[in-house]
């Protein structure tokens, strides 16, 4: 079955950089879109970015852009979420998620989720 796998969250000072991953299993990773979502304490769900399928287009919500990299490894099954210049406005559960195809940004299958904290 479809199973997606994030980690490298942690807690990371204002300014700073991390790399989240997502493992992805049961599909076949490199026919899909994939992307990242947050959640804030006390927000709601919130898109960060979309990769497509092969990875030559990639795509920002408006408040990491410039900040934020996404990429994949398509041999490997791994999606990448790296964050630079981290603010303190980035703390939340990180998602990775299988794109749902059809116009959008809906994931269909989701992981657990990895927390990024940034604070000093």
């Known amino acids: 079955q479809v199973q997606l796998a994030e980690s490298g969250g942690g807690l990371v000072q204002p300014g700073g950089s991390l790399r989240v991953s997502c493992a992805a299993s049961g599909f076949t990773f490199s026919n899909y879109y994939m992307e990242w979502f947050r959640q804030a304490p006390g927000k709601g769900l919130e898109w960060v970015s979309g990769?497509?399928?092969?990875?030559?287009?990639?795509y920002y919500h408006d408040s990491v852009k410039g900040r934020f990299t996404i990429s994949r490894d398509n041999d490997n099954y791994t999606l990448y979420l790296t964050m630079n210049n981290l603010k303190p406005e980035d703390t939340a559960l990180y998602y990775c998620?299988?794109?749902?195809?059809?116009?959008?940004?809906?994931?269909?299958?989701w992981g657990q989720g990895t927390q990024v904290t940034v604070s000093s």
């Open positions: 998620a299988r794109n749902l195809p059809g116009p959008g940004w809906a994931g269909d299958y």
């Open positions: 990769i497509t399928s092969g990875g030559a287009l990639t």
